[in-house]
């Protein structure tokens, strides 16, 4: 059964396959070439036009598989990214655990430094206290004791 085409130059017709873009590239292969409308002026013309449609269809075949290669290079780099975002959102949440941790440890190490400073306050005011009370008995110990000068050389002879 011949195909019908228009008037003017030839039209290509394709074969359609269940195999487009599975890497089975038959389907661009002309099935059957139409009669031309216009028979070519001579086999140089001919040969000519049967190398451009075998350049077109190379081309478009390289084409397609260029295009399946950078969807293939797309693909990989978003599972990757995908894969470090992951990654990265498994560590933060390790560093937040972490963080709440080390936040609980210092709010204990600064009220143990609370309760040891107010503790030293404490000791450092006893001390004080026991070198006053030491002090005033070694005064009435050498003023009992019948001590030689003024109250103000006993206090100068205890305190160097």
Known sequence: MPLLTPPGPPVQVFVVSPHVGLGFDADLLPREDPPAADPPETEADAAAEAAEAERRIRRK????????????????????????????????????????????????????????????????RRLAAARRALALGQLYAAAAAGGVGTFEQT??????
């Open 61 to 124: 075949i390289s084409n397609r598989e260029s295009a399946r290669r950078s969807r293939a290079r797309k693909q990989q780099h978003l599972d990757e990214l995908r894969a470090r975002a992951d990654r990265l959102r498994r560590c933060n949440r390790e560093l937040a655990a972490r963080g709440h941790g080390v936040r609980g440890r210092v709010a204990l190490v600064r009220l143990a430094n609370a309760g040891l400073r107010s503790e030293a306050a404490a000791l450092s």
């Open 155 to 160: 206090i100068a002879s205890l305190i160097s």
